[in-house]
């Protein structure tokens, strides 16, 4: 930390009441200084959640940024230690609340590939399908954050509409809308209704239009592309010395997505691009954004085109909850279910550790998870990706103005709750 | 016993092995008369079993243990691990694809007629059978028939059975015939209509019946004591001792929101073995008696401990003259330790409670006719002198001198420890009167009557200590619940009292108790360390071999038929949750003897 | 809004490099230069939006259940919405709860306590146990619906029924009596497992 | 009745009525605002707050009572426009919070310095014609309240002064946001007034007169009453537009507030009534310089066919004020309209438009006015 950072909230003067004129006095020190550090958050209109930066200014120049994190400090991890491998998946809906599906598939996954469940095909492509929807919707939200930190009010909300309609189709599906706790070990908590592919397609379908809408209000709009263009320049060595993943990277020319290099859930089965920039400023990560969704309707729309029939809970490998009517007729169902809920049994895990990453909209979620043999992880470790990307704010927005600040702030999707767990 | 630290539960002092043969590829050593069953479990590999109990003889009949073995006769054949004994480079397979077939053929049979009654069965949890069904198993059934239908009754007073859940696996049958002796059950009907039951005009009513539920794999046979009040997953064990008698039974104190719930037997092949006996399983309700003394009282009325315990400490340290002790033979070691330090050269008079009911089990586990948990303690401790009539007498002609300042009263003997009226006349005698009460009854009423502070004792499934039981084994005792509601616990509050009266500069824990104690008298507890004495404790100096229960005979007391009669909880006036109980004869018979207490 | 539209569609063949610079990069032309497009876009955009219908669901009033399919993807009463719990009675009115604990143990936010009793003897044999107290703190619960999942006995279900306010605490811990007796003329379907 | 009588009585009465409804503006203007930006994003806005007038069966005789639905029987006003009547309500029962590293004195002159230059500018605003005879008495009324001859100049000094409102509730605030907020406005304030005066010039140059209701006048009677200097002055009219904008702090240029920066820019620290005559200072200062521009680029109260601008008949008065007012709250809505579609500018390039577009583009606006005006002489 630098010296002016410590010394100046430190020197306290007492709050003399000054007479009229004597200012010196009665104002806090800071204001009289050269440089003045500043709270931004963790109550600020532009701190998505409850982050908090530290900032020296020097008028409107901003020489420090010290980001400082733990504000939303949940102990997800640690309950991870307390909660039974599904009961974690409720948790996981909590850590980011703007895709909450992509934190349930990612957690599944892992669990799964730790006890070698393979997870029915359909069962996939349903997941395939709500990742991509939280994608979209984290997206569309995360492009109108931008704008209205930008101060374009109006395409956030209309960015909101739209992510009312993809937890529309959550809601359809699991019955939550922000806390989905869709799936399980070994599969889905239930299968879709009928009626969903349909409304799907209805949904992305009608989702065109709007994407041109925002880029109408914001792609070409010079007061926006200068705010953007330029601003937050991040190369592609930067991005990897600081472990950037997701838009955000691929932005700055990172050619990497797992999805299409390390792909799960049959991802190899979908035709889609992962797109990349070059320049690596605000503007191409909200541009990358963009294309994004238009890559993940590509995906969805294959995924219900060949969407297949069948189960949607891995058969055979005792970790899934057996049907209901064969709970209420069946010993060897009875028992099974009975297993799978009583706390000390249920899905015993195999001694070991295993690390698995899934794409989240955010970037590379990955879970780091050791089993000790027992009901429930000996220690669950989250890699979030918005905690890379928070960090990442100081070299990119020193020596800026607090505009950019600002700008590089909601560009880089920080979500608070992923970021402290 | 010296070999007895390495035999942990179920380990065998001085195994030697004779030969070795495998499984499942990994060498396992054993012993020439050893079956697979055994040979697997003593070097940890598991092979799972219904019907074979390691204090019961081999039966054979559920056929869960099949596996596949080489050097058998037909060769190829599956046997029963069990019942098979192991020859020198056998083979076995018991982890492999054949064998899971097997078992899980085994286990759809067992399950064909069993009902759907996990949701209602309280041995969900720690059911055999749903541990195998899940591990081995079918995911799901193909029986489509009628299941057979069987009684459900109840068996004796504590003891209700199931018939639809029985496996007729017969370890309760043969645990009547075999250790308990008594041989009340037998198996009745054949093939898919066979069920547990008792001979005609018996009832399943020896001193050990609770623990054929105990061992019942499945949730045919139920301890009713504990039926439907909770789940098994929910009950956290504390391993603990047994305060109902002098055997110390090594138990598990099992809690629910500091509740206690049920204690189940802890193997301790020194003590117990697999075994308690019914009185002691009931022991937890003296803590929830009625007539326990729930709040402390300053001259009769009921205030906060915290004012009561600095009422006694003011009393300690204002004391003049003698000071008089009276303890009993259910105050841990480090307890008596305290008191007898506190006490110093002032008379102490311990009582017991009289002998009562008494059982010795075919296989040798035998219920004390000492009903004092921690008589041997006492004797250790305090001496012969305080013991019985001559500490009594001494405590008496003391008193009645008229120059005790102080007397102080710890009788953690549930309903009341047995002083003589004459003592109890005495101790009006004395200036001041601390009393620590478990309970307050007729027998010990005359004692709280006038006592300048009274406070409640701890039960023994709240302390922490160790009792030393018949056989000279000293046990930890360990606290599963906290005491009543802002009460500390006797060592603690002993402990202060010391302090109080300037005898020891501070508090310590029973651990710190215990190595004082130690250090104090070698020749009764030398050599002993409170951590080391681990699960399943050690013998003290001088208790031997001989001692052990084999060479020199319990004192037993012939004449009282049930081991309900036997336990202090007889001697609880009555009991809390009774609605908890489900209405047997058993329970009403308890609370009518135990009001007649005073007349035994 | 012709240019806007040839951006929107370059999605395909764009891999990131340069789809800007064929057609000139943004904003950069003269027109650009003034605002004057972008405000010009702007207004267009929003002038058509002000026409629209609007999003607005009026929510005590109506509900997004209220709203025609084409609306929005919930057209109908989702089924599947978790909202406040039910305890399920049988034929004979008593409670389907049989006391397993199941639930309890299932919830990821430990707000379900229940403790079990004997049922009363004219229950009848087929009738064991039953919850003696069954207390369901909604203010911990957090809706995920894993105490339905977990019911052996469909004693207890999420109902779509959304919570109302209240103005103590108290009156959030549901006890069983009033778990039996919450929405219960409203049918109430299962939840499909798979 | 002397003359200067009549035109003291007549002053106060159109001191009574300009303040009278431009502060009855604010909450239409409000509403409008929260209404507009509604419907532009999809939202209905408010609609709850409605004075409902009872049940209006009860008007009918009863035996057509029933004939009438009863959610069609209650009579309600526009859904939600007694909303800024609940804010103001709220606000006034707010909590009034002072820092305590606050300069007190500042702190609590600084609303106060917003909003009553702007009030008082309004004065030279002229609103109607310049020629009413009162109810033929002979008495010419100037629908203005201030007949000053320098009117355009004094407006203008007078409503630069709200700045220092802002400044001293920045400063007074004793806060760090606040402080940047203010500082923002000055600067803002100081960089836009110069192309904003450039522009005036100009069209001042092309009037001849400094009087505000010359400006109209002139307007009126040339071109066949179009005349209107945003058609004969397009350069200056656009640069007297943005700078209006950001003279009034309104996106894209609301810089002092710039809630993702600022959070609340020079009014973060204030709460209830003192918040309120901030934000009653800020909405008066947009009539105002709206005002200002309908009455310098678009004709002010003239329309052709609709108010003759030398007529002297009372519905002619009449006329030529709701024209002005009808005006007013187009430019407004434009106003509104336009914060509601765009992002904000960043600081450094707000200074570069307005010093290095803004003013150079006014100065060669005002170079080619003075040459044309020259060769036109």
């Not at chain 1, 959640?49 to 120049?61: C, N, Y």
């Not at chain 2, 603990?240 to 037997?265: H, L, Q, Y």
């Not at chain 2, 409640?456 to 030393?468: I, L, S, Y």
């Not at chain 3, 207004?43 to 058509?48: C, F, G, R, S």
Request: hydrophobic share 40%; net charge negative; charged share 20%.
């Amino acid at each position: 930390m630098s010296p002016e950072l410590t010394a100046a909230p430190l020197a306290a003067a007492p709050l003399a009441r000054a007479p009229f004129g004597d200012a010196a006095v009665s104002l806090e020190p800071g204001l009289h200084e050269q440089e003045m550090v500043i709270n931004f958050g963790p109550q600020h209109p532009a701190m998505h959640g409850t982050l908090r930066l530290v900032m020296t200014l020097d008028g409107e120049k901003c020489r420090h940024i010290d980001p400082q994190m733990g504000y939303l400090h949940t102990g997800f991890e640690k309950l991870g230690e307390h909660r039974t491998w599904n009961q974690f998946i409720v948790v996981t809906d909590r850590m980011n609340y703007m895709s909450a599906m992509a934190n349930n598939v990612g957690f599944a996954l892992a669990v799964e590939e730790l006890l070698g469940i393979e997870v029915p095909p359909r069962a996939q492509a349903i997941r395939v399908i709500m990742c991509e929807l939280s994608r979209i919707g984290d997206h569309i939200l995360g492009v109108g954050l931008q704008g209205m930190d930008l101060g374009a009010f109006t395409a956030m909300l209309w960015a909101f509409i739209e992510r009312e309609k993809v937890y529309d189709v959550f809601e359809l599906a699991s019955g939550g809308r922000l806390t989905t706790s869709y799936t399980r070990v070994g599969g889905l908590a239930f299968d879709l209704p009928e009626d969903c592919p349909a409304r799907i397609r209805a949904f992305i379908e009608r989702l065109e239009p709007v994407l041109q809408e925002m880029e109408g209000m914001l792609s070409r709009n010079r007061i926006f592309l200068e705010r953007t263009q330029g601003v937050g320049t991040f190369s592609r060595q930067q991005a990897i010395d600081w472990g950037l993943s997701g838009p955000v990277a691929r932005a700055s020319g990172l050619d990497r997505d797992l999805r299409r290099d390390r792909p799960y859930s049959g991802y190899e089965q979908y035709d889609f691009e992962v797109p990349v920039r070059t320049e690596g400023d605000v503007y191409a990560r909200y541009l990358v954004r963009l294309a994004e969704v238009r890559q993940s309707l590509r995906i969805v729309e294959q995924a219900l085109d060949r969407l297949p029939s069948g189960p949607v809970n891995a058969i055979g490998a005792k970790a899934t909850l057996p049907d209901k009517d064969e709970v209420y007729s069946r010993m060897e169902s009875l028992i099974q279910h009975f297993m799978l809920e009583m706390p000390g049994h249920g899905i015993k895990a195999p001694k070991g550790a295993i690390y698995h990453a899934t794409e989240t909209p955010n970037g590379e979620l990955g879970w780091y998870i050791v089993s000790d043999g027992t009901g429930v992880p000996y220690r669950v470790r989250v890699r979030p990706p918005s905690l890379y990307q928070f960090q990442s704010i100081k070299p990119m927005a020193e020596g800026r103005l607090v505009a950019d600040v600002v700008a590089i702030m909601s560009s880089l999707g920080v979500i608070a709750g992923e970021l402290d767990r | 016993m010296t070999a007895d630290a390495a035999a942990g539960p179920g380990g065998e002092p001085g195994f030697t092995p004779d030969f070795t043969f495998s499984i499942d590829g990994v060498t396992v050593p054993a012993k020439k008369g050893d079956t697979i069953l055994k040979a697997g479990l003593r070097a940890g590999k598991f092979i799972p079993h219904y019907c074979w109990h390691p204090g019961l003889s081999i039966a054979g009949n559920c056929r869960i243990c099949l596996v596949h073995a080489t050097k058998t006769m037909p060769p190829g054949k599956p046997v029963i691990a069990c019942a098979t004994e192991v020859v020198e480079g056998m083979e076995v397979e018991s982890d492999g694809p054949r064998t899971k077939e097997l078992r899980e053929g085994v286990m759809e049979f067992l399950l064909i007629n069993h009902p759907l009654d996990c949701p209602v069965c309280d041995q969900a949890g720690e059911c055999d059978l749903q541990q195998y069904s899940f591990d081995h198993g079918r995911e799901t059934s193909r029986f489509e028939e009628e299941k057979t239908q069987r009684p459900r009754k109840d068996l004796g007073p504590l003891i209700r059975f199931v018939g639809n859940r029985c496996i007729v696996c017969t370890r309760c049958v043969r645990f009547c015939e075999e250790v308990a002796g008594t041989g009340e059950l037998s198996v009745v009907n054949r093939g898919d209509a066979s069920w547990i039951d008792t001979f005609p005009g018996v009832e399943l009513d020896n001193p050990m019946s609770g623990c054929v539920a105990d061992i019942c794999p499945v949730g045919a046979l139920l301890d009713k004591d504990s039926m439907h009040s909770t789940r098994v997953w929910l009950l956290r064990g504390t391993k603990s001792v047994c305060a109902g008698c002098a055997t110390g039974c090594n138990v598990n104190v099992e809690t629910f929101d500091e509740k206690v719930k049920r204690i189940t037997p802890r193997e301790n092949q020194a003590v117990n073995r697999w075994w308690m006996c019914d009185a002691g399983r009931l022991t937890w309700r003296e803590a929830t008696a009625p007539a326990r003394v729930g709040a402390a009282r300053i001259a009769g009325q009921e205030v906060p401990f915290a004012r009561a315990l600095e009422r006694a400490l003011e009393l300690v340290r204002d004391a003049s003259g003698g000071v008089v002790g009276l303890t009993t033979g259910f105050a841990s070691n480090e307890e008596l330790f305290t008191f007898q330090g506190l006490v110093g050269r002032g008379a102490i008079a311990a009582a017991f409670a009289p002998d009562g009911a008494t059982f010795t089990s075919r296989d040798g586990f035998a219920i004390a006719a000492d009903k004092n948990p921690n008589r041997e303690g006492a004797r250790r401790i305090l001496g012969e002198g305080a013991l019985g009539a001559a500490g009594q007498d001494a405590a008496i002609a003391a008193l009645e001198e008229g120059k005790v300042g102080l007397a102080i009263v710890h009788d953690a003997a549930p309903g009341g420890a047995p002083w003589s009226p004459r003592l109890l006349a005495a101790l009006g005698k004395a200036k001041a009167r601390i009393v620590l009460a478990l309970h307050e009854t007729p027998a010990n009423a005359d004692a709280l009557r006038g006592a300048a502070v009274v406070l409640p004792a701890a039960h023994a499934t709240e302390k922490d200590g160790t009792f030393v039981n018949a056989m000279g084994r000293v046990q930890r005792v360990r606290p599963a619940v906290p005491p009543p509601a802002g009460a500390r616990s006797d060592l603690d509050v002993l402990e202060e009292l010391a302090r109080a009266a300037a005898l020891q500069p501070r508090v310590l824990s029973a651990a710190g108790v215990f190595r004082r104690l130690a250090q104090a008298l070698p020749a009764q507890f030398g050599g002993l360390d409170y951590n080391a004495l681990g699960e399943l404790g050690r013998p003290a100096p001088g208790a031997g071999e001989a001692l052990l229960g084999r060479g020199r005979p319990l004192p037993i007391v012939d004449g009282v038929r049930s081991g309900y009669e036997a336990g202090p909880v007889s001697r609880a006036p009555g009991r809390a949750d009774d609605e908890q109980v489900r209405p047997s004869v058993h329970h009403e018979s308890l609370v009518g003897y135990g009001t007649r207490r005073g007349d035994l | 809004m012709g240019n806007v539209h040839d951006h929107a569609h370059d999605h395909g063949h764009d891999h990131g490099h340069g789809a800007e610079e064929e057609e000139g990069a943004p904003g950069t032309t003269l027109a650009d230069r003034t605002y004057i497009p972008a405000v010009m876009r702007g207004i267009k955009l929003t002038l058509a939006r002000f026409l629209q219908p609007k999003a607005t669901v009026q929510y005590p009033e109506e509900s997004v259940y209220d709203r025609g399919s084409d609306d929005r993807a919930i057209g109908t009463q989702n089924p599947r919405l978790r909202g406040e719990h039910i305890l399920v009675k049988d034929e004979q009115g008593r409670e389907k709860c049989v006391a397993c604990l199941l639930c309890m143990a299932a919830c990821p936010a430990l707000c379900i306590y229940i403790e079990p009793e004997a049922a009363p003897a004219d229950w009848g044999p087929d009738r064991e146990r039953r919850p003696k107290v069954f207390e369901l703190d909604m203010l911990r619960c957090i809706y995920c619906g894993y105490c339905e999942e977990a019911c052996p006995c469909d004693a207890i279900r999420l109902t779509p029924k959304l919570y109302q306010p209240t103005t103590s605490r108290l009156e959030r811990v549901y006890d069983k009596q009033r778990l039996l007796e919450n929405n219960q003329d409203a049918q109430v379907p299962q939840r499909p497992r798979k | 009745m002397s003359d200067w009588v009549v035109q003291a009585i007549a002053t106060a009465v159109k001191a009574g009525l300009v303040i009278g409804i431009a502060m009855n503006i604010v909450p239409l203007l409000i509403y409008l605002e929260r209404k507009i930006s509604a419907y532009m994003q999809g939202r209905i806005g408010p609609n709850r707050v409605n004075l409902v007038l009872g049940d209006v069966r009860y008007l009918l005789p009863p035996s057509m009572r029933d004939a009438v639905p009863a959610s069609l029987s209650r009579f309600k006003l526009i859904p939600g426009s007694l909303q800024p009547l609940a804010d103001a309500v709220k606000l006034a029962f707010k909590e009034e919070i002072v820092p305590a590293s606050a300069d007190k004195v500042l702190y609590y002159l600084g609303p106060l310095v917003a909003f009553v230059p702007v009030a008082t500018a309004l004065a030279f605003i002229p609103f109607g014609t310049g020629t009413w005879d009162l109810f033929g008495t002979g008495h010419v009324i100037d629908l203005r309240i201030a007949s000053a001859d320098v009117g355009v100049l004094g407006l203008f000094a007078i409503s630069s002064l709200g700045v220092y409102g802002i400044a001293a509730g920045g400063w007074g605030s004793g806060s760090k946001f606040p402080l940047m907020g203010a500082v923002r406005a000055s600067a803002q304030m100081i960089s836009y007034e110069v192309p904003m005066g450039l522009a005036l010039l100009a069209a001042i140059a092309t009037v001849g007169s400094v009087d505000t209701q010359a400006f109209v006048y002139e307007q009126a009677t040339t071109w066949g009453g179009m005349g209107w200097l945003v058609f004969k002055q397009p350069l200056a009219a656009l640069i007297f537009l943005v700078a209006m904008f950001a003279e009034n702090n309104r996106l894209p240029f609301d810089l002092p507030e710039a809630e993702p920066e600022l959070v609340g820019g020079y009014h973060t620290e204030y709460s209830g009534l003192k918040f309120a005559l901030f934000f009653l200072g800020e909405y008066m200062a947009m009539i105002l310089m709206c005002s200002l521009f309908v009455t310098i680029f678009l004709g002010g109260w003239s329309l052709p066919f609709v108010v003759d601008p030398s007529g002297t008949s009372g519905l002619n008065a009449l006329a030529s004020g709701l024209v002005f007012l009808a005006k007013i709250m187009l430019v407004l809505n434009f106003q509104v309209w336009i914060r509601w579609t765009l992002p904000r500018f960043r600081y450094d390039q707000l200074m570069h438009l307005g010093w290095k577009v803004m003013v150079p583009l006014a100065l060669a606006n005002l170079v080619v006015t003075a040459i044309v005006l020259h060769l036109a002489a």
